[in-house]
């Protein structure tokens, strides 16, 4: 798949990537930056869901451990006023438990480092998979 694509799907969203780590952040920051019509940044989960309180995203790619509040938390906290809001993970922390936990929820699941590649691989299935009127037609 080509980048004009992947922007087909991705061109007209807005998405919110929760890292607590600055390097990692800006990182995710930028290259999503490409891709996104907007891309939010969060330092940690308590900001997440303040930013996402006043600014419901399309997606919300998190980190799960973080300072005054967890990824998990986090999850829970949005998924209890929006069921349906399309999420990924992004950890170092691989354990298969977590990942059904987070894979019965409808949360995808990328283990640090993260390729490009592995990246889209999840990113395209969750852009295509939002309702209609968030689709770049």
Same mark, same amino acid.
């Given at each position: 798949m080509?980048?004009y694509?992947v922007?087909?799907?991705?061109?007209e969203?807005?998405?919110?990537?929760?890292?607590?780590?600055?390097? !990692?952040?800006?990182s995710?920051?930028q290259l +999503?930056?490409?891709?996104?019509?907007?891309?939010?940044?969060?330092v940690?989960?308590?900001?997440?869901?303040d930013?996402?309180?006043?600014?419901?995203?399309?997606?919300?790619?998190?980190d !799960?451990?973080?300072?005054?509040?967890s990824?998990?938390? +986090?999850?829970?906290?949005?998924?209890?006023?929006?069921?349906?809001?399309?999420?990924i993970?992004?950890?170092?922390?691989?354990?298969?438990?977590?990942?059904?936990?987070?894979?019965a929820?409808?949360?995808?699941?990328?283990?640090?480092?993260?390729? +490009?590649?592995?990246?889209?691989?999840?990113?395209?299935?969750?852009?295509?998979?939002?309702? +209609?009127?968030?689709?770049?037609?």
């Open positions: 080509d980048i694509e922007r087909r799907w991705t061109s969203l807005n998405i919110l990537v929760v890292e607590d780590d600055e390097v !990692l952040r800006e995710f920051q +999503l930056s490409y891709l996104f019509a907007e891309v939010d940044a969060a940690d989960g308590q900001d997440a869901f930013q996402w309180v006043k600014k419901q995203h399309d997606i919300v790619v998190t !799960l451990n973080m300072p005054r509040l990824g998990f938390r +986090l999850i829970e906290k949005i998924h209890q006023q929006a069921p349906q809001q399309a999420m993970v992004i950890s170092a922390y691989e354990d298969e438990i977590f990942q059904q936990a987070l894979t929820q409808q949360v995808n699941y990328l283990i640090k480092p993260v390729s +490009l590649e592995g990246l889209l691989n999840v990113l395209i299935p969750v852009c295509q998979s939002l309702p +209609l009127e968030h689709q770049g037609y």
